[in-house]
């Protein structure tokens, strides 16, 4: 299937400052994380479990 979406990798040093960085760049628009799967927490192991075995794609948000 094809779209008009681009794919880029974008590797980083971790730490608090870099993560800094990656929040500027999301809030200047420049970075726009795919969010594939949006859990409540007691649903996160079996979400995990789908995550390694690669059945979702994009970040995982686990509600609170």
Do not use: H, N, W, Y
């Not at 974008?10 to 859990?39: F, H, I």
């Amino acid at each position: 299937r094809f779209t008009d979406r681009r794919a880029g990798l974008l590797m980083v040093l971790q730490g608090p400052d870099q993560l800094a960085t990656l929040l500027d760049m999301v809030d200047d628009g420049r970075l726009t994380p795919v969010v594939g799967e949006v859990v409540s927490l007691d649903c996160s192991p079996q979400a995990l479990i789908d995550m390694g075995a690669r059945k979702t794609a994009g970040k995982l948000v686990v509600l609170t």
